[in-house]
Every structure is written in C-alpha cells, then in structure tokens.
C-alpha cells in the first residue's frame, strides 16, 4: 500500500509479510531509488528531488522483525508548495493556483469527474509518476529477499521510439552489467547513441517519446503461481503489476504478441531431459511460465510505455468550467521516462515474485521461508 502526493509532504509505503530476519541494506534502497531518478530526457522534478528512504518500522539493526515495514520518501519540493498543498487550509494561494484545464492523455479529466473535482490538482497530484518512488523502495526491499533465493531482478530498455537494441545474445549477467551504465539503460551501445539523438531532437521539438522495457527473473524456481484460478496465474499478477505503472499501456511475457503471427511449431518450447540437468527446455519463447506457472526458466517480461503526455508544446484541451478551448496546462516534465520505467518495473516483478515465493514456501523467517524452499527444491530434484 502506498500513500501520497507529487508535492505533498512525501511518499509513504507500507509492506506487510516480509519474514524477520532478513538483512535490509538502506544504500541498495537509495542506489534504486537514484536509478529511478537518472536517464537522458529527465525532466527539472529530478534536479529538485533526491529520493532517500527512511525507515519507520519493521526493522531493528537493519534486520526486519516481523511486522509491517513502513517506508518514507519525503518531497523536497514540498517547501516550494506548502500554500497550496496544506492539508488543512485551503487558501488563496491554492484558489489561484486551481486548474480547470485537463491535459490530454493524463487522468485529469476522468478523475475530476469521477470524483467531483473542479480543481483538477486533486487528481493529478496522486496519478502523478511520483508515485511509483514508493514502488521502487518496496521493490528493492523484495529483490533483497528474492536475493537470499539467488533470484535477481534485472530490468532494461529494449526500444524507445523506432529505435530496437539488439540483446537476444547477450546474458542476463552481461545486459545488467551495461544497462545500469548506461544513460538510458540500455544494454546496445549502438542503440543507445540512436536513442540519445532521438531525445534531444524530441527536446528541440518539444514532443516526447515512449518505448519498450524487458524485465528478466533468473534463478525462479518452478511452481510459482497457481493453474486453478484466473487471478493466482503468476503471469497475470505480473502484467497486472506491470500495467499499474503510469504511462504503460501494454504488456506481453515470453513472445508475447508475437507469437500470434507464428505457427505453433515456433511458439513453444520443446522439453528435454538429462541426468545432470533435469528437465530443461532449449528455448524460453514461453517467458518462464506455462499455464500461469513458474517452469523454472527465467521469467521474461516486457512493457510498452506511451509517450509522456505533458507536452512543452501543449496539446488542445477544454476547461471544465468554462468550456472554452485552451492549450492544456503544462506541468514540469520529462522528454522520456523510459529508462524509468524499467526500474519501476523492475521493482513491481520483484513485489510480485516475493509474494508468490512467500505464498509457496511460507515462514515467519526468513530461515524458516527458507528451510521450506530447500526441502522443496530437493524434491523437485528427487523427481528429476
């Protein structure tokens, strides 16, 4: 659960059923929270803001002990908006500062009649992207506990705008290890220049770009998930997650919509079977997840994020009051955020893969989470 507002006094999570005992570094939160903030095409909101989580509960010594772990991210843009975000006076300064002017592809519109808004700050502050900080900070909390398992989280740009990397082979170990040097996360040098020009020319014409980002879960163990109910399907609990993050409008696990167009002798992945390997496939079209179960390949997830709507050169809208036509309002805003959203997605297959592996293994530590993941593992094996 997450609470706050883009200028509010700051962003609040609290995440429920993390087991004790497990070691939480604050730096590794911090260092993806910065990763959350960095990428060619941000916007001034990031010159300003410099996200540090604190902890205020669920943790003694740095280890968690049980119960709920609330973080917080405070706003250091809130002194700058303290007169018109007060949470109990609304005064002149917040009159003047009303907007009545919907932007198009934003839930300003929506939101202001859903709830009977006419000061459409109302809805904006809390659909704002700022949000998805809180996200970032609970993820890195569950890639901490995935690590324990040797599952690691690795999230990147595939594509922005026309433009495609080129990492079908490439490891899992290698893309992690360019992606997070790279300025729009990107793991093709190549594409990742094409990608730098594309922004700037986008900045110069006041437009934005949107893109593709891939998430990929190694070291998952099969069964995962659940084939007996719609909503215990691991893969649609991950496109659900996915698809909460603002500005992402679709997403696909393995081949995804490619596999439409091709011959079912090309989709899936053939089953072999050795004495030192188990069974294993040759292929991953699949994704990592058959039936809506983790098959024990790695888990392949991507996203397809539209451009950011707040334009420099403001798209026509109406204001809701006066219905006359204006150019929509425009708020401080990136040129791209895609790189972004690979860290918030990341984060939001880290949430649901710790869920899924608490749901399976159980625990109230993470010693005992972890004696029943054992156990089961060896009779995987055995059966192998």
């Known amino acids: 659960m997450t609470a706050g507002e883009s200028h509010g006094i700051g962003l609040t999570a609290i995440l429920e059923g993390i087991p004790a005992g497990l070691r939480v570094s604050k730096k590794q939160i911090d260092a993806e929270l910065a990763a959350r903030q960095s990428g060619y095409g941000r916007g001034g909101r990031m010159k300003i803001e410099h996200d540090s989580a604190e902890v205020l509960s669920g943790l003694r ?36 500062a009303a907007l009545t002017r919907p932007r198009p592809g934003h839930a300003d519109l929506a939101g202001g009649l859903k709830y009977g808004h006419t000061d459409l700050r109302n809805v904006l502050e809390r659909a704002s992207a700022r ?27 595939v594509a922005l705008a026309a433009i495609s990397a080129e990492v079908s082979k490439m490891s899992a ?18 594409a990742e220049r094409a990608m730098t020009v594309a922004i700037d020319r986008a900045r110069e014409a006041g437009d934005s ?80 997840i058959e039936g ?51 860290v918030v997605a990341g984060a939001a297959v880290a949430f649901v893969l710790a869920d899924a592996m608490l749901e399976k293994f159980g625990g109230d530590s993470v010693a005992e989470t972890r004696a029943n993941y054992k156990r089961y593992i060896a009779q995987v094996h055995g059966r192998s």
């Open 61 to 96: 010594g740095g280890v968690t002990i049980g119960s709920p772990v609330t973080l917080f991210i405070r706003n250091l843009d809130w002194e700058n908006w303290r007169d018109i975000m007060d949470p109990w006076e609304v005064n002149e300064s917040a009159r003047d």
């Open 131 to 157: 949000e998805t900080a809180a996200r970032v900070a609970v993820g890195a909390v569950c890639k901490q506990f995935l690590g324990t398992f040797g599952i690691e989280i690795i999230s990147h740009v």
């Open 173 to 190: 170990k290698r893309i992690r290890q360019i992606a997070e040097k790279s300025v729009v996360r990107c793991a093709d040098k190549k």
């Open 209 to 288: 770009l949107g893109g593709i980002v891939e998430v990929r879960a190694t070291g998952v163990p099969v069964g995962l998930g659940s084939c007996s109910q719609w909503d215990r399907r691991l893969d649609a609990r991950l496109a659900a997650a996915i698809m909460g993050i603002p500005a992402i409008k679709g997403v696909e696990v393995g081949l995804g919509f490619a596999a439409a167009g091709l011959p079912g002798s090309k989709v899936h992945d053939e089953i072999f079977y050795s004495r030192n390997k188990g069974f294993y496939r040759k292929t991953n079209r699949a994704g990592g």
């Open 292 to 342: 809506g179960i983790s098959n024990g390949e790695d888990i392949i997830a991507r996203a397809a994020m539209k451009p950011i709507p707040t334009l420099r050169r403001p798209l026509m809208s109406v204001d809701i009051v006066t219905k006359r036509r204006f150019a929509a309002s425009v708020e401080r805003s990136d040129v791209v955020a895609v790189p972004a959203a690979s």
